[in-house]
């Protein structure tokens, strides 16, 4: 029985990807945080199925202590202060867990068992301000965020150690994906829950920041497949995982009311911007520049082209379905609640 070590099992990718492991008879370890009250977030229902080991990605020992523990032969890690806004709120916390926590790791496999093979989970991020339109393995990165240079350290040590070391370490450059799993706070997820809100009479209105920012979104049960790939090739190697499409912020909000049967009319400009309730003439969509970010990263296009020849990944949930999925998950939550 082959054995995996997840940082990050609590998060929205964790938990697929536990999920997947476990169907493939892996025995599963996941690395948790302690909290004043115990909460597995989005791996509640793998009590029992999942050995949770408390651990904290700031804490070397901890992980040295998680990779005696669980002797994994694959090592995911996902943990991280994944949200970009926040970045700029929490600079150095970002950089302690996104950046060294990735060297601490790195360290505890080499020191315990540095046969296991490790995948760090790479970003889009990286590109930010893109300099090449796909973005592919090769194009430079150009990070936007304390977010994405802090993941443009973790990527480097993984390369670094790859190359050092002789070490099975790969890197996935996802592009974003959700799911209904996703953090509340995310912008998909955000529309979801509100156009569910909206069209129960439970909220007025969506305020969001830059609409016109484009992103190339797929699902997340799909992405954790292309780690799992990853770990399974003889060389380790870096990879962008995307779906080659990329949309606004807009469009998925058309598309997202439009699940509930409302169509939106846009008025007015920037700041000023509206969406109208064609039917009632009520605006549900308005603009809140606190949602602007001090730097954005206005497009993301991955080419999935080499992951789909050398892993032979290929993407199951398209980009409507993906919306039409998560609108109905949080109509039936809310719906559930009240
Ligand atoms: P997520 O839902 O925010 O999950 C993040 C996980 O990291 C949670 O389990 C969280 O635990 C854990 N964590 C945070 N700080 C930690 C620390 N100091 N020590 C140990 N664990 C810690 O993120 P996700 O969307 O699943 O993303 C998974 C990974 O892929 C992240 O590294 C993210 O940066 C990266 N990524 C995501 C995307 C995307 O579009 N989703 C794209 C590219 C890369 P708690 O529950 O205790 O907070
Ligand atoms: O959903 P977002 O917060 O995701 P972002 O910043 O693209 O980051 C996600 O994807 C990365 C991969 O590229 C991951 F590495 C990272 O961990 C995370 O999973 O924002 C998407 C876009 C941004 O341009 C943002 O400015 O939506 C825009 N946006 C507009 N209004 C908003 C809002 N974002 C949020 N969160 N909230 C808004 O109200």
Redesign the pocket.
Known sequence: MKKALI????????SYLAELLLEKGYQVFG???R?SSADY?NAEHLVGKVKFIY????DSISLINAMKISQADEVYN??????VGTSWEQPLATAD??AI?VTNLLEAIRIIKPSARFYQ????EMFGLVQEIPQRETTPFYPRSPYGVA?LYGHWITKNYRESYDMHASSGI?????SERR?IEFVTRKITNSVAKISLGLQEKLELGNMDAKRDWGH?KDYVNAMWLMLQQEKADDYVVATGETHTVREFVELAFAEVGIEIEWQGKEENEIGINKLNGKTVVCINPDFYRPAEVELLLGSPEKAEKHLGWVRQVSFNELIKLMVKNDLELIRKRS
């Not at 996902?78 to 949200?83: N, P, R």
């Not at 996802?174 to 959700?178: D, G, I, K, Q, R």
């Open positions: 940082t990050g099992i609590t998060g929205q990718d964790g690395l948790v945080r909290k977030g651990g904290d990605m700031t996902l943990a991280a202060q994944s949200f867990i996104d926590g989970a790479s970003t889009s993941k996802l592009f974003n994906h959700e953090g997340a």
